[in-house]
Antibody, heavy 116, light 113 residues
Framework: EVQLVESGGGLVQPGRSMKLSCAASGFTFSNYGMAWVRQAPTKGLEWVATISYDGSSTYYRDSVKGRFTISRDNAKSTLYLQMNSLRSEDTATYYC?????????WGQGTLVTVSS | DIVMTQSPSSLAVSAGETVTINCKSSQSLFGSVRQKNYLAWYQQKPGQSPKLLIYLASTRESGVPDRFIGSGSGTDFTLTISSVQAEDLANYYC?????????FGGGTKLELK
């Protein structure tokens, strides 16, 4: 069974950093591209970033370019999202997803709240 | 970026009715190489993660009931739910993956009368 478990969310002040993790199991992690999708409270879904199966290619939405970094450790079957210079508009539940779109598997999400 | 526009934003129906949710893209999602439309539909129930229902505009994901039907091509797409059940109460999102960034529609909230 495919499982994606996010962690690392919480309350953070504007301008600070936070690193999210997503532990994957139930499939060969190194064979799949992965992505982060976020959802602001009571809002819709928004793709954040994608990484290829081997980490050689990464893609970001414009609003996070230069601030967020997606990475992976295939030996640990773990996906990461390093978020720097956080803004209030980054407040959202962040989901880890498997595959390039369409996203067939999602984690339960981790809430990031950016507030002073 | 490709803009995805869903309508209506909310919908109240009685159990057993058939509902239609529309999704329009700002440019064609039809890929000439594979002759497919790169459009997906997701269901998100309250407090849960999104669930993939339909991909390639009309292919049901494994385990999805056949009352969920995706149709359309080019820029205009539809999700039809026949004989709506109480368990279908959720938000529904369309998503294009023809181009990067993949973009979602604003969502349609399905409520039961």
């Amino acid at each position: 069974e495919v499982q994606l478990v996010e962690s690392g969310g919480g309350l953070v002040q504007p301008g600070r950093s936070m690193k999210l993790s997503c532990a994957a199991s139930g499939f060969t992690f190194s064979n799949y591209g992965m992505a982060w999708v976020r959802q602001a409270p009571t809002k819709g879904l928004e793709w954040v970033a994608t990484i290829s199966y081997d980490g050689s290619s990464t893609y970001y939405r414009d609003s996070v370019k230069g601030r967020f970094t997606i990475s992976r450790d295939n030996a640990k079957s773990t996906l990461y999202l390093q978020m720097n210079s956080l803004r209030s508009e980054d407040t959202a539940t962040y989901y880890c997803t498997r595959d390039l779109p369409p996203f067939a598997y999602w984690g339960q999400g981790t809430l990031v709240t950016v507030s002073s | 970026d490709i803009v995805m526009t869903q309508s209506p934003s909310s919908l109240a129906v009685s159990a057993g009715e058939t509902v239609t949710i529309n999704c329009k893209s700002s440019q064609s999602l039809f890929g000439s190489v594979r002759q497919k439309n790169y459009l997906a539909w997701y269901q998100q129930k309250p407090g849960q993660s999104p669930k993939l229902l339909i991909y390639l505009a009309s292919t049901r994901e494994s385990g999805v009931p056949d009352r969920f039907i995706g149709s359309g091509s080019g820029t205009d797409f539809t999700l039809t739910i026949s004989s709506v059940q109480a368990e279908d109460l959720a938000n529904y999102y369309c998503q294009q993956y023809y181009d990067t960034p993949p973009t979602f529609g604003g969502g349609t909230k399905l409520e039961l009368k």
